[in-house]
């Protein structure tokens, strides 16, 4: 049973920095696309930053030179390292992966396992 568990969220002034971990167990989490996702109230769920099997990372334009996205094989984490935080970056973040791809696919759809989230807030 895969089970995927996300911690490092929290509240932060405009400007700094967190760093989101998500802990996977159940499976080689490295074989397959990894990713992050950000849903803020009333908003639909969008990808943040994706690494595929290789390491070949992703990002939304939004996120593109604060955030990035980096895995330890040898702990089975993946972390997602947040700079220069803006408010409309708060959302609940989430963790997934998408099983069997080892490129990421570009619909969030195929992502079949999911983390309960982690609340990020940015004032």
Request: glycine residues 12%; proline residues 2%; hydrophobic residues 30%.
């Amino acid at each position: 049973h895969v089970q995927l568990v996300e911690s490092g969220g929290g509240s932060v002034q405009a400007g700094g920095s967190l760093r989101l971990s998500c802990a996977a167990s159940g499976y080689t989490y490295s074989s397959y696309c990894m990713g992050w996702f950000r849903q803020a109230p009333g908003k639909e769920r969008e990808g943040v930053a994706a690494i595929d099997s290789d390491g070949s990372t992703s990002y939304a334009d939004s996120v593109k030179g604060r955030f990035t996205i980096y895995k330890d094989n040898a702990k089975n984490t993946l972390y997602l390292q947040m700079n220069s935080l803006k408010p409309e970056d708060t959302a609940m973040y989430y963790c997934a992966v998408a099983g069997g791809w080892t490129s990421c696919p570009n619909n969030l759809v195929y992502f079949n396992e999911w983390g309960q989230g982690t609340q990020v807030t940015v004032s």
